[in-house]
């Protein structure tokens, strides 16, 4: 049946995704069955530049040359409707004489992209040439700059992320707990970890929920405060202990003392996979992180009495 905009209900559909139009004027992509949006309250392509790519100072990365010209690698874990690719893509081709950077997407379920490809006009930020190439071939090299390379990694990330090269930096854009609660838990946070192989790695992410950072802290990350995002008033960079020693952590704001009184206090404090019987040494791990013990005490209110 056509729709307002002339276009019938099946070209805006496809698979468990349809394209959702916000009163603000943009277009993003909701799965059907969760009923999820993809970059709901801003526009796909603020929200990654905003959270993912500037965050990360990915820019200033770029610029600084290892001695081997090594590439940076990016893993975009969750490429949906690829606007956190595009972000990625557009900030190395504004940077010039770049570090080669090796982008790899992880994405289980390609229909998203292929809808908001189709919906282009909709998705002005796509990229038709590279997007089409990653859909048929699962790899796009820039005909421009040699040093720039995309790669589709497809299936379960948690699967997938043992064959990829080691990451730099990780834009962590999973559907929330409601719909993928075992993206967020202890054990996929320690695979992650591990994943990192010892490198300076620090990864992105839109929650600051109390037990998505309880589940990063355990799996051996560090945590600081990210930037507004949307409704929400805060979100999460994670960082490897290689990586706190990068001029980067000394920009960053670390969760402190005061987190953990409101994580002993919280309703909501563990991972969905941390058993009742694991939580005493759950609590132990996160009482005992290296990253409180030299935080400060946490502010107390002046008594009114
Ligand atoms: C919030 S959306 C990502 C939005 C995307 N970063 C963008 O910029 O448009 C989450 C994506 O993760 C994918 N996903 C969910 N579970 C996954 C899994 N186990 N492995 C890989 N991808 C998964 C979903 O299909 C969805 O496209």
Redesign the pocket.
Known sequence: MPNDDGMSAQAIRLGDYEVHRAWEGFAS?RQISSG?I??SRTA?MEE?RKLYVEQSYLAERLRKKPRNDEPLVIW?V????????MAAIECYEKVSGARPLQLLS????LD?LRLALRQQPDFPYLRVDATTAILANGHWQSSIDAGLSWRLLP????ETMERAAAPDLIFY???STKS?AH?WTLGAFRKLFVACAGRAVELFTYTCSTANRAALLAAGFHLARGRNAGEKIETTIAHTPAALRSSFARRREWLGSDWLVKWNRSAAKFPADVAPNERWAFEEIIRGHEQFRNSPPPKRLPSTT
């Open positions: 992509i999820e993809m970059h796909p990654a975009d969750g490429l949906g409707a690829g606007a956190n690719a992880f994405e289980n379920d998203s299936g379960d990330f948690l854009d999973m559907f993928s993206l």
